[in-house]
T-cell receptor, first 118, second 111 residues
Framework: AQKVTQAQTEISVVEKEDVTLDCVYE???????LFWYKQPPSGELVFLIR??????QNEISGRYSWNFQKSTSSFNFTITASQVVDSAVYFC???????????????FGKGTKLSVIP | NAGVTQTPKFRILKIGQSMTLQCTQD?????MYWYRQDPGMGLKLIYY???????DKGEVPNGYNVSRSTTEDFPLRLELAAPSQTSVYFC??????????FGPGTRLTVT
């Protein structure tokens, strides 16, 4: 069974601070995919990134960066110079690619609520 | 493209009533999913479909039914609504790839 753990329930930072959101996952598969989604107060889910298990390169997109480490089963997300608009709930999710079924079901963590204070 | 659309956006049901949550996608995606999000929790998979006529249970299917008669539509049926089904429901679709496209959600309250 797959599992995603986001140990940080809520984080508050002052604007312009850097913040890292932790994500630890469990899976028996060798091929899998990891995601981060943002859920702003308006409630929709915004896709941020997908990473497959074969690619351990870190990625940077503007103020966002992701650190994927298979050795520790972690996929952490860092926001640099946080802004008020970053205030949201952030979800880490795991998808296993199952041969035959191929349904790519997503297993979500419970989310981390980030509050950026002006 | 409208993407994934869900109706209604909000609904209040009385205990024991039934209703259908509608989900439509215009991206010709073969895979579709229903998730529920309880307060303070992540999303949990209710049902999914890998194509028209094919559906399967997810993690929390009890109290729900689905059908998939067309590629575009994937309605979720609640029979005998219970307070435990108060949640936000998200529909998603994908084209046989890991990335899923989510609808805006339906907020359901059962009282």
């Amino acid at each position: 069974a797959q599992k995603v753990t986001q140990a940080q329930t809520e984080i508050s930072v002052v604007e312009k601070e850097d913040v890292t959101l932790d994500c630890v996952y469990e899976t028996r598969d060798t091929t899998y995919y990891l995601f981060w989604y943002k859920q702003p107060p308006s409630g929709e889910l915004v896709f941020l990134i997908r990473r497959n298990s074969f690619d351990e390169q870190n990625e940077i997109s503007g103020r966002y960066s992701w650190n994927f480490q298979k050795s520790t089963s972690s996929f952490n997300f860092t926001i640099t110079a946080s802004q008020v608009v970053d205030s949201a709930v952030y979800f880490c999710a795991l998808s296993e690619a199952r041969p035959g079924a191929g349904s790519y079901q997503l297993t979500f963590g419970k989310g981390t609520k980030l509050s950026v204070i002006p | 493209n409208a993407g994934v659309t869900q109706t209604p956006k909000f609904r209040i049901l009385k205990i024991g009533q039934s209703m259908t949550l509608q989900c439509t996608q215009d991206m010709n995606h073969n895979y579709m999913y229903w998730y529920r999000q309880d307060p303070g929790m992540g999303l949990k998979l209710i049902y999914y479909s890998v194509g028209a006529g094919i559906t399967d249970k997810g993690e929390v299917p009890n109290g729900y039914n689905v059908s998939r008669s067309t590629t575009e539509d994937f309605p979720l049926r609640l029979e005998l609504a219970a307070p435990s089904q108060t949640s936000v429901y998200f529909c998603a679709s994908s084209y046989g790839r890991p990335k899923q496209y989510f609808g805006p959600g339906t907020r359901l309250t059962v009282t």
